[in-house]
């Protein structure tokens, strides 16, 4: 199986701030690999498809980075809104085991 | 706009079957190849996939749950559905559903709210 190992597993930042998210996979996934945002109750989002694609309607202050095994997420000018959980799931893997990291608490400091 | 919405009880006896649906709407599943999928959540814990359905049946299983989940859809409803067998209080979780697209690999484009699913006598 394929594990993906987030760091950090919490982080506390301000509004404006900028954060990065690494997520590491056991290994080689190429660039498959998703981000996702989770605030509990609602929806998860996909942010980033394939290491780097925008999904849309997301702002352009998260982009996404890497190849092989380590991959980033970066959110830039932070909101209120982006206080949440965050998610790097690979779809490497055949048969279907598309694992998740353990995800990235983003706390408001 | 595609939304999805999970249902079911929110209470499972164990040993028994859970049993959700994922009610689809803003979109047809029956249009062209799709996938659909279930993801779950245990409390204090990540995200864990289960599986995925393709439009025409085919299915696409988690080795962890592919001895005791199997998962459906329905065109003429327009939802797909989920069945875990033998649950145990380890399946305590919420349960998300999500439309998965391929594009460079696969994801999940658009998901459900989530239900709670409680095991327990």
């Known amino acids: 199986d394929i594990h993906l190992t987030q760091s950090p597993s919490s982080l506390s930042a301000s509004v404006g701030d900028r954060v990065t998210i690494t997520c590491r996979a056991s290994?080689?996934?190429?660039?498959?690999l998703n981000w996702y945002q989770h605030v509990p109750g609602k929806a998860p989002k996909l942010l980033i498809s394939?290491?780097?694609r925008l999904a849309s309607g997301v702002p352009t202050r998260f982009s996404g980075s890497g190849s092989r095994t380590f991959f980033t997420l970066s959110i830039s000018d932070l909101q209120p809104e982006d206080f949440a959980t965050y998610y790097c799931?690979?779809?490497?893997?055949?048969?279907?085991?598309?694992?998740f990291g353990q995800g990235t608490r983003l706390e408001i400091k | 706009q595609v939304r999805l919405q999970e249902s079911g009880p929110g209470l499972v006896k164990p040993s028994q079957t859970l049993s959700l649906t994922c009610s689809v709407s803003?979109?047809?599943?029956?249009?062209?190849?799709?996938?659909w999928a279930w993801i779950r959540q245990p409390a204090g814990k990540g995200l864990e996939w289960i599986g995925r359905?393709?439009?025409?049946?085919?299915?696409f299983y988690s080795p962890f749950f592919k001895s005791r989940v199997i998962l459906s859809v329905d065109t003429s409803n327009n939802h797909f559905s989920l069945n875990l067998t033998s649950v145990t209080a380890a399946d305590t979780a919420v349960y998300f559903c999500?439309?998965?697209?391929?594009?460079?690999?696969?994801?999940?484009?658009?998901w459900g709210k989530g239900t709670t699913v409680t095991v327990s006598s």
């Open positions: 394939a290491a780097s």
């Open positions: 359905v393709q439009n025409s049946g085919n299915t």
């Open positions: 290994e080689t996934i190429t660039t498959y």
């Open positions: 803003g979109a047809s599943i029956g249009s062209g190849i799709s996938y």
């Open positions: 799931q690979q779809s490497y893997s055949t048969p279907d085991m598309y694992t």
């Open positions: 999500a439309r998965v697209t391929y594009d460079r690999g696969f994801h999940m484009d658009v």
